[in-house]
């Protein structure tokens, strides 16, 4: 039998790079116990910082992970942009191309719902991917132990990585795998816990899902105190863009918080984020692509990537964590370039488009409405050469007709001096940031019983998102008579359109079910109930660990 999936990656085992000879030898459970931990508390401070630096430096690839075990490469399920992606096209507000040409590769199975993917046959993606965040980080904090670490700052930064990594991993399996613990999933149970790396170890069952949760908070809770007594705070830019500090941390405890129920929690850590000062908005002049070309037909537009803050960082002051055309771990951009409707996924005829009912909710004078080009575009010619036609509605937050340079503040330009359609793919990609903290804060705080301080946090964005020399959008002018939750969730909408898959899981959380039967410009008229978007445990788990139970869901 096999073992079960938090127990199995030992083909993918991080080997701990090189600090000598003595370094580099398996398993990790020999290291811990034979030459590791002597090493970090006796050892001279040069081998102890080769040593954690080399455990804990790629720890932010599992934030945006790809190679998920099984899945090839497939860009739909193979990395965490993928999964997002399908997550993406799964809800009310974006739509997968304009007619039912739209290919299998793109996500059109998913998106019309005619693959059972909440089934425990398809949802193994989801499983494998966050349990291999979950054994590199529990591989090393077998090593950086809170009595190893002592008072060595490098320590507890390290230490710190490993508890992040480990409480993102688990609280995006509760994500997927449990309902909202706010809508329905509170007295179920959570996820299996493991707080070491060891294959032999015996199969837990799963926990509840409180206490899944409350183990979540306490490593983020941890990794703050030890970042904080590290000396490591708020940084920005965009040589910072991957590191663990206060900001990560922070947002990760926002949106645990927030997900559990405990909005005072919630409340402080956004606050917390806001008050640092190290974050800005997105200009209205970054926000989206942005046409230079002769005009709007297929044939004249041009879309410059280096201006564009949702592909290039350089000029994207909200990121919290990001990941630059120099990183290691850019790992794969898919989002953007399914969601590019001049991109990769173009002749698949799978990009995205707007809902039109999300569309005439925006406010004239909210310059996100710019994001959207509802007049058809009309034939495209690619790099392949392929012309491939772009019809109205088409979402431009990831439009790009060219690739960044390498160093991320150009584009790239073909032998004829014109902007390089082929290397169209090449872009950044941004994880968390600043806005969704006010979104996350305004929503804790209505359900905080205050208001008043919903209002002012959700004013204080409108006012960024308020065109030049218009007078500055308020809940009251944006919102007359609007009830104050669903105005929260309206501006969540716009605000995270096709980003991060943020629709699926606030959809679950707030009990909104998909339902297109009355759009315009969704190619499928279905329907699914909020209910339906929890996903089984997997066929492998439920078989390899005898002392787990199946979720208990209705699924598909």
Not at 230 to 237: L, N, R, S
Not at 321 to 339: D, E, N
Not at 535 to 553: A, M, S, V
């Amino acid at each position: 039998m096999k073992k079960s999936i938090i127990l199995s990656f030992i083909a993918g085992a991080l080997l701990f790079s090189s600090c000598g000879d003595r370094l580099n030898i398996t398993p990790p459970n020999s290291l811990y116990d034979e030459i590791v931990t002597p090493l970090l508390t006796e050892g001279d401070e040069a081998t102890i910082q080769a040593m954690v630096t080399a455990m804990v430096s790629n720890m932010v690839y599992y934030f945006n992970y790809t190679g998920i075990e099984g899945q090839g490469s497939d860009g739909r399920t193979n990395s965490f942009q993928g999964l997002d992606w399908i997550r993406t096209i799964q809800g009310n507000d974006v739509v997968l191309g304009y007619n039912d040409d739209a290919d299998y590769f793109a996500g059109k199975n998913e998106y019309d719902f005619s693959t059972p993917y909440t089934s425990s046959m398809y949802s193994a993606p989801y499983w494998f991917g966050y349990a291999a965040g979950i054994n590199a980080a529990n591989k090393n904090l077998n090593t950086l132990t809170a009595e190893a670490v002592g008072d060595v700052a490098l320590n507890q930064d390290g230490r710190a990585r490993g508890l992040l990594i480990r409480a993102f991993s688990y609280l995006s399996l509760m994500e997927n795998f449990q309902d909202a613990y706010t809508n329905g999933g509170a007295d179920k149970l959570g996820i299996s816990w493991y707080d070491k790396y060891d294959p032999k170890q015996t199969p837990v069952a799963r926990s509840s899902a409180k206490e899944t949760y409350e183990k979540i908070l306490a490593d983020i809770n941890e990794a703050i105190t030890l970042l904080e007594k590290a000396g490591v705070g708020y940084t920005d830019g965009y040589e910072n863009m991957e590191d663990f500090d206060l900001g990560v941390a922070n947002f990760l405890l926002a949106r645990a918080s927030l997900e559990f129920g405990d909005y005072s929690t919630a409340i402080k850590a956004c606050n917390d984020i806001i008050s640092s000062g190290k974050y800005g908005f997105i200009a209205e002049a970054n926000y989206g692509g942005k046409n230079t070309g002769a005009d709007w037909t297929g044939a004249n537009v041009e879309f410059l990537p280096e201006t564009n803050a949702f592909v290039a960082m350089s000029v994207n002051p909200e990121v919290i964590l990001g990941y630059s055309r120099k990183s290691s771990y850019l790992a794969t951009v898919a989002f953007s370039s399914f969601a590019n409707p001049f991109g990769t996924g173009l002749t698949r005829k799978g990009f995205a488009r707007v809902d039109d009912r999300l569309y005439n909710q925006i406010n004239a004078d909210d310059f996100r409405k710019d994001l959207f080009y509802t007049s058809v575009i009309g034939d495209y010619t690619n790099s392949t050469p392929s012309t491939i036609y772009v019809p109205d509605w088409c979402g431009l937050k990831y439009a790009t007709t060219a690739g960044l340079t390498d160093d991320g503040t150009g584009h790239q330009i073909d032998a004829s001096n014109a902007p390089d359609k082929a290397k169209v793919g090449a872009n950044e990609y941004c994880k968390f940031r600043l806005s969704e903290v006010y979104l996350m804060l305004a929503e804790a705080q209505n359900l905080n019983n205050d208001p008043t301080g919903a209002i002012a946090t959700i004013n204080a964005l409108l006012a960024k998102r308020t065109r030049a020399g218009k007078v500055p959008l308020t809940f009251a002018t944006y919102g007359a008579g609007t009830d104050l939750t669903k105005f929260i969730q309206l501006q969540w909408r716009i605000e995270m359109w096709c980003e991060g898959a943020r629709e699926y899981y606030n959809n679950k959380r707030w009990g909104i079910d998909v339902d297109r039967t009355t759009s315009a410009t969704h190619v499928t008229k279905n329907t699914r109930s909020w209910q339906k978007l929890t996903l089984e445990l997997p066929d492998r788990e439920l078989q390899d660990n005898p002392n787990t139970t199946p979720n208990g869901i209705s699924g598909d």
